[in-house]
């Protein structure tokens, strides 16, 4: 089982990275609060990792540390949640986030997330409730609000166009549908911005 990878990074296409390790070039999904903590590319980064391996594709997941894919790890314990869906959760909200909506029982925020309904949000907050009894983090989501609004870019110019399209291709990875992304990101639409911070504003604006 491969659980760490460390290298350069040398390739950013949300919500997937292309790490360099001496050579070998490893394909990895992040979720997108972790994509925004990324250093810029040709930069050194370590990112711990999960394996998937199934009949028809090997998928390699990756954190920014223990905690998140401790958390990945136990969402797909869930009944009805895959890797994909749990990538979609953890980037719809970060790690405290989800824990303090299991918590204080909130269905109504879990269900804005794509692909879970209202039974999904419902289990997920009977399963997780036990398992995140122990959990080490903040009280609520309110802790990591300096976190929420940092603005990240790369020094790369892209194209406006592109970042637009960029961002709409990784909220359809995410799940999201055509027309939420596309209202989302309209909302939201600034030329200068980056994709990657179209994708924060137009998740934060689909919560």
């Known amino acids: 089982m491969i659980g760490q990878i460390s290298g350069k990074l040398i390739g950013k296409q949300p919500p997937e990275v292309l790490v360099d390790v001496n050579g070998v070039g490893y394909e990895l999904q992040l979720p997108m609060t972790c994509f ?15 394996f998937v391996v199934r009949e028809d ?17 136990l969402l797909i314990k869930t009944q009805g949640v895959g890797p994909k869906l749990a990538l979609a959760i953890l980037s719809g ?20 997330l794509p692909g879970v309904g209202k039974k999904t949000a419902e289990r997920l907050v009977i399963e997780m409730r036990d398992r995140l009894k122990d959990w080490q983090g903040s009280s609520t989501p ?3 609000a300096a976190n929420i609004d940092a603005v990240t870019s790369d020094s790369t110019f892209v194209h406006p166009a592109d ?11 995410l799940g ?13 639409y600034q030329q200068e911005l980056s994709s990657e911070e ?7 604006q689909l919560a």
């Open 163 to 173: 970042a637009r399209a960029d961002a709409l291709s990784a909220l359809l990875s």
């Open 57 to 73: 594709a090997q998928l390699l997941y990756g954190f920014n540390n223990q905690a998140e894919r401790s958390l990945f790890r």
């Open 198 to 204: 179209l994708i924060k504003a137009s998740l934060k």
């Open 93 to 112: 909200m970060n790690a405290d986030e989800f824990v303090w909506a299991v918590n204080q029982n909130d269905v109504s925020r879990l269900v804005k």
């Open 142 to 144: 309110a802790t990591d």
């Open 176 to 188: 999201y549908k055509q027309n939420q992304a596309d209202k989302a990101l309209t909302a939201v």
């Open 36 to 50: 925004y903590a990324l250093p810029p590319l040709g930069e050194p980064v370590t990112l711990v990792t999960h």
